[in-house]
């Protein structure tokens, strides 16, 4: 079983913002298959299907490690079948990559998954939120995206869930 995590922080008010890519491919991938019911465990909505589980982390975005570690523990599932999605400041808009191990780059995120894992090889799709470096880091991932950027990552978003739906049924990436 895939367990597809999105990375973002609760709350209205940043629903739209950049830090809450990871929450809004979550939700374009739950609209496509159809899944509504979301269930509430270690502080996270999940959704299931028969090989797929679904996470939205409510207990925000630094502490996230948290709950995932406790998801993978709970369905007695591996690390490699983990693929955590978040938002990249280094990579320009309407960019994405793939990697299956790394750093933190910096994401606090993914540093507190990491540190709860004690691993870099995590699985992780990176969306690209394309930083301006006139606003500091967290101000510019705490705002909302303005309407001409979520029209440009709307655009990527069949390909992404298309290669997310490709990984969940065979593991690949390509």
């Given at each position: 079983?895939?367990?597809?995590?999105?990375?973002?922080?609760?709350?209205?008010?940043?629903?739209?913002?950049?830090?809450n890519v990871g929450f809004i491919i979550i939700d374009e991938l739950l609209k496509?298959?159809?899944?509504?019911?979301?269930?509430?465990?270690?502080?996270?909505?999940?959704?299931?299907?028969?090989?797929?589980?679904?996470?939205?982390?409510?207990?925000?975005?630094?502490?996230?490690?948290?709950?995932?570690?406790?998801?993978l523990k709970y369905f007695k599932e591996k690390i490699s079948n983990l693929l955590?999605?978040?938002?990249?400041?280094?990579?320009?808009?309407?960019?994405?990559?793939?990697?299956?191990?790394?750093?933190?780059?910096?994401?606090?995120?993914?540093?507190?998954?990491?540190?709860?894992f004690n691993t870099e090889n995590i699985k992780r799709l990176k969306i690209g939120?394309?930083?301006?470096?006139?606003?500091?880091?967290?101000?510019?991932?705490?705002?909302?995206?303005?309407?001409?950027?979520?029209?440009?990552?709307?655009?990527?978003?069949?390909?992404?869930?298309?290669?997310?739906?490709?990984?969940?049924?065979?593991?690949?990436?390509?």
């Open positions: 079983m895939k367990i597809i995590v999105g990375l973002g922080n609760p709350g209205k008010e940043y629903k739209k913002t950049r830090h496509k298959l159809k899944l509504k019911t979301k269930i509430k465990k270690y502080n996270s909505f999940y959704f299931q299907t028969k090989n797929c589980i679904f996470i939205k982390p409510q207990i925000g975005m630094n502490r996230s490690g948290e709950c995932i570690i406790l998801f955590i999605i978040y938002d990249d400041i280094s990579l320009p808009l309407q960019k994405y990559k793939y990697k299956e191990k790394g750093s933190s780059g910096g994401h606090n995120g993914i540093k507190n998954i990491i540190k709860e939120i394309n930083y301006n470096k006139k606003y500091l880091i967290k101000d510019w991932v705490l705002d909302e995206f303005r309407e001409e950027e979520i029209k440009k990552i709307e655009e990527k978003f069949p390909e992404i869930l298309e290669k997310i739906i490709k990984f969940i049924e065979n593991g690949k990436w390509n």
